[in-house]
């Protein structure tokens, strides 16, 4: 059974993951809220700058511990719950809004003129596969559903795991930034036997 690390390791450890999640999750999720803003997405510029957010909570974290500010770990979970609940209602709207009659009506046609536009032909491609625009109703249902519950399994995997690596942390990391207890100076040393009290000349 390995020993368990000591408390300076593992926040050398938390500040070196802190550090690489903080700016990662910060400055791509930055990207792509200016993708939605050149776009003219409100829900996507929302949502990453709630994302960014979350990111830059988990820098500010990283910098209190590396101002020996126990606190941060705190920011570090916080920032987690942050990123978890922006995606999972985000994800979870995407999945009560699917319209069955918006992609009848908007997607497969819009589909339908990109792929001639290079040369394909959609319902050549329906025939070929046994499918009709109307049967294929239920596929676009299923991929939706599936890429939006693995994104909200790989989110609450991924940030629930965080957050409960910072909690289950945080009492080691407190430790390791303790002040050093204060060391009691020694009592003077007795006069030699047989010299009076302070007479110590020569």
């Given amino acids: 059974?390995?020993?368990?690390?000591?408390?300076?390791?593992?926040?050398?450890?938390?500040?070196?993951?802190?550090?690489?999640?903080?700016?990662?999750?910060?400055?791509?999720?930055?990207?792509?809220t200016l993708v939605a803003l050149a776009l003219g997405?409100?829900?996507g510029v929302s949502v990453g700058l709630f994302v960014t957010l979350g990111g830059a909570l988990e820098v500010h974290g990283?910098?209190?511990?590396?101002?020996?500010?126990?606190?941060?770990?705190?920011?570090?979970?916080?920032?987690?719950?942050?990123?978890?609940?922006?995606?999972?209602?985000?994800?979870?709207?995407?999945?009560?809004?699917?319209?069955?009659?918006?992609?009848?009506?908007?997607?497969?046609?819009?589909?339908?003129?990109?792929?001639?536009?290079?040369?394909f032909d959609l319902n050549a491609m329906l025939d070929q596969a046994g499918l009709d625009s109307a049967n294929i109703i239920p596929l676009v249902r299923l991929f939706f559903v599936v890429l939006y519950a693995?994104?909200?399994?790989?989110?609450?995997?991924?940030?629930?795991?965080?957050?409960?690596?910072?909690?289950w942390r945080t009492a080691a990391v407190e430790d390791a930034l303790a002040p050093p207890p204060v060391v009691a100076a020694p009592p003077p040393l007795p006069p030699p036997p047989g010299r009076p009290p302070g007479d110590y000349a020569i």
Avoid: H, N
């Fill in 41 to 43: 997405d409100p829900i």
């Fill in 62 to 119: 990283y910098r209190m511990l590396r101002r020996r500010d126990a606190d941060g770990m705190r920011w570090l979970a916080r920032s987690q719950l942050v990123v978890l609940g922006t995606i999972w209602a985000y994800g979870l709207s995407r999945l009560l809004s699917f319209d069955a009659g918006y992609v009848q009506d908007q997607v497969i046609p819009d589909a339908r003129a990109s792929l001639a536009s290079m040369g």
């Fill in 150 to 167: 693995s994104v909200l399994l790989a989110t609450l995997l991924y940030q629930g795991g965080l957050y409960l690596y910072y909690r």
């Fill in 1 to 32: 059974m390995k020993p368990p690390r000591p408390p300076e390791e593992i926040l050398r450890r938390v500040k070196r993951l802190a550090r690489l999640d903080g700016w990662s999750v910060a400055l791509f999720a930055g990207l792509c």
